[in-house]
């Protein structure tokens, strides 16, 4: 099993920066932080869930969402089980929920693909003001 918990949601305006952050804690034998790929996803209200970025469980592989690309950067830390998501030159479109997942999918550089995460957050609110 693991748990996911997001922070760092809050409210900004257009133009401007914010950082998620996810907590990870697994409780599942046999595995560790580093063994799962992680994913952050978001959904905007009235909108299906749309993938955002994922990093491979060796931190050497990221993918972005062209909606996203050379504004968001994803990233890990082994030491304090935790995934970042730096959110720069925001915009009044990425507001959403955004979401933290794991994926125990794949191998050391792997890029899961989109269905291919099996735990997920709650989830923590961005709201960007234009």
């Known amino acids: 099993q693991v748990q996911l918990v997001e922070s760092g949601g809050g409210w900004v305006q257009a133009g401007g920066p914010l950082r998620l952050s996810c907590a990870v804690s697994?409780?599942?034998?046999?595995?560790?932080?580093?063994?799962?790929?992680m994913g952050w996803f978001r959904q905007a209200p009235g909108k299906e869930r749309e993938f955002v970025a994922a990093?491979?469980?060796?931190?050497?592989?990221?993918y972005y969402s062209d909606s996203v690309k050379g504004r968001f950067t994803i990233s890990r830390d082994y030491a304090k089980k935790m995934v970042y998501l730096q959110m720069n030159s925001l915009k009044p479109e990425d507001t959403a929920v955004y979401f933290c997942?794991?994926?125990?999918?794949?191998?050391?550089?792997?890029?899961?693909?989109?269905?291919?995460?099996?735990?997920w957050g709650q989830g923590t609110q961005v709201t960007v003001s234009s």
């Open positions: 990093i491979s469980q060796s931190g050497v592989s990221t």
């Open positions: 697994v409780r599942t034998f046999g595995r560790t932080f580093g063994t799962y790929a």
């Open positions: 997942a794991a994926s125990g999918s794949g191998g050391y550089h792997y890029i899961p693909g989109e269905n291919a995460y099996d735990y």
